[in-house]
T-cell receptor, first 115, second 113 residues
Framework: AQSVTQLGSHVSVSEGALVLLRCNYS??????LFWYVQYPNQGLQLLLK??????LVKGINGFEAEFKKSETSFHLTKPSAHMSDAAEYFC?????????????FGIGTKLQVIP | SQTIHQWPATLVQPVGSPLSLECTVE??????LYWYRQAAGRGLQLLFY??????ISSEVPQNLSASRPQDRQFILSSKKLLLSDSGFYLC????????????FGSGTQLSVL
């Protein structure tokens, strides 16, 4: 069964500082991995995804994530935080095995950006 | 282009009352459909998913049920709401491949009092 662990339900960074949000996964088959962002009282929107190929994935708003199979990790980073990055971020893993279409999310990490 | 509609945006219901949340998708056919519940500190919990009309899979035993009467319509229901049913409910869809992203509705904030 697949699962996702996000370390740190709340992360605070200063504006201009590095953002690092951690995600580890487990999956019985090669995974597809996603990061979504949620602004207050809204649905989620995709930041970036890893399917196959290059392990460093670039997304919207300057975010990127690196798939490390040996560490079963897919951490999200951004070199310089902006106030508008304050939101909740969700890591997700997707499997398609025998018609099973499950998408599993982590518990989310709320990012606070301090001016 | 594809769009997803979810309503109502907010709902306040007494304990023991019924529930019906509706989600419809436009601009695509045979989508995979999902209902998630988001509670504070618990992330997104998958409640139901559907790969086709009348095909519903439940992830957790609970007080809720789902139905898919049409290809692009997904309904979340309850006969008698519990206090613990309060939360933010999100409908989502995606195509048939596991590497496709989910498209989310704007959510329904349900308060059971």
């Amino acid at each position: 069964a697949q699962s996702v662990t996000q370390l740190g339900s709340h992360v605070s960074v200063s504006e201009g500082a590095l953002v690092l949000l951690r995600c580890n996964y487990s999956s019985s088959v090669p995974p597809y991995l996603f990061w979504y962002v949620q602004y207050p009282n809204q649905g989620l929107q995709l930041l970036l995804k890893y399917t196959t190929g290059a392990t460093l994935v670039k997304g919207i708003n300057g975010f990127e994530a690196e798939f490390k199979k040996s560490e079963t990790s897919f951490h999200l980073t951004k070199p310089s935080a902006h106030m508008s990055d304050a939101a909740e971020y969700f890591c997700a893993v997707s499997e398609n095995s025998g018609g099973y279409q499950k998408v599993t999310f982590g518990i989310g990490t709320k990012l606070q950006v301090i001016p | 282009s594809q769009t997803i509609h979810q309503w109502p945006a907010t709902l306040v219901q007494p304990v023991g009352s019924p529930l019906s949340l509706e989600c419809t998708v436009e601009g695509t056919s045979n989508p995979n459909l999902y209902w998630y519940r988001q509670a504070a500190g618990r992330g997104l919990q998958l409640l139901f998913y559907s790969v086709g009309i009348g095909q519903i899979s439940s992830e957790v035993p609970q007080n809720l049920s789902a139905s898919r009467p049409q290809d692009r319509q997904f309904i979340l229901s309850s006969k008698k709401l519990l206090l613990s049913d309060s939360g933010f409910y999100l409908c989502a869809w995606r195509g048939g491949a596991a590497n496709e992203k989910l498209f989310f509705g704007s959510g329904t904030q349900l308060s059971v009092l």
